[in-house]
């Protein structure tokens, strides 16, 4: 009788908790671990294996770390009760964190060390295709450390791009992604609250865009939280800060000049700096309503 394949995911938040309950749906043994024993408690209660990381990480088959950033991940990984070095010989871990390349490439590499597995595997897709097992995945590392992740990867996406045979890849797609995403995010506020401030309502700027050349994907699921004046946290305006900093940081270090990057960044900085930080990141919405006198739905 074939073993389990037994499966950490480290990191419950609204992504983390998606992707463990995707591999649980797949039969896998399925351990949930977070900062908060909360969530961790949540995710036993929802059919999560019982134990605590150190007694069975010798165990697991792979590990997919889906923290914050990388300062995170390398605590998670190499910190003072590191998974990495608990984990057996041919172990993988997954690590799903937007961060810089190189940063991959040094994690790759000391795991390497301890004879572990890393798969460079940023996500993209949000919470509810974490939660329904279709994100996509921007993936890069060898061929072993694919074939090794490969049934966690069935489980939680619907897309694995395979970007390469080493990290570093993985991330820097992640990075073009969020570059986009996070200048959507803010093109989304202008463009609402530039319409609302000739006297368009936004229930019609949102009709005719959405149906319109000058849709996007994050502006068909953002704007509906501006007419909807519900701000609550599905990915919060603080997130670009930390992933469009990455953005700028990799295009410092690459001679690379990205002006509507940084205007978008700024906005988001506006934001976070008047309180707003916490909320959804269509609250950037906010700052133009505000600059331009605009009032916008929940704010009557």
Request: charged share 15%; net charge negative.
């Amino acid at each position: 009788m074939t073993a389990p394949f037994k499966v950490a995911t480290i990191g419950l938040g609204s992504m983390g908790f998606g992707i463990a309950s995707s591999l649980l749906r797949s039969q896998l043994a399925v351990y949930g671990y977070d900062i908060s024993e909360m969530q961790a408690a949540r995710f036993r209660k929802q059919g999560g294996q019982p134990g605590e990381l150190s007694a069975v990480a010798a165990s697991l088959d792979a590990v997919v770390v889906v923290v914050l950033n990388a300062d995170q991940t390398e605590s998670v990984l190499f910190g003072a009760d590191g998974v990495v070095a608990q984990l057996k010989p041919g172990a993988v871990v997954v690590s799903c964190a937007t961060m810089a390349p190189s940063f991959a490439r040094e994690m790759e590499a000391r795991c390497a060390k301890l004879n572990v597995l890393y798969l460079d595997a940023p996500i993209s897709g949000g919470a509810v295709k974490a939660a329904d097992g279709k994100l996509s995945v921007m993936a890069a590392g060898s061929d072993e450390a694919f074939a090794a992740a490969r049934p966690a990867l069935d489980a939680m996406a619907q897309t694995v791009f395979e970007l390469g045979s080493e990290a570093g890849p993985g991330s820097a797609m992640k990075s073009v992604n969020q570059l986009l995403a996070g200048v959507h995010i803010a093109s989304m506020g202008e463009a609402m609250t530039f319409g609302m401030k000739q006297g368009i309502t936004p229930q019609k700027i949102f009709e005719v865009i959405s149906q319109s050349a000058g849709n996007s994907w994050m502006f068909e699921n953002r704007a509906p939280h501006v007419l909807a004046g519900d701000y609550s946290p599905a990915s919060a305006v603080d997130i670009w800060l930390k992933d469009l900093g990455i953005v700028m940081d990799i295009a410092k270090n690459e001679r690379f000049s990205a002006p509507l990057t940084a205007a978008a960044l700024q906005q988001f900085v506006a934001a976070s700096g008047s309180g707003w930080g916490r909320e959804d990141d269509a609250a950037v919405a906010k700052v133009y309503a505000r600059n331009a006198g605009v009032t916008l739905p929940g704010d009557e």
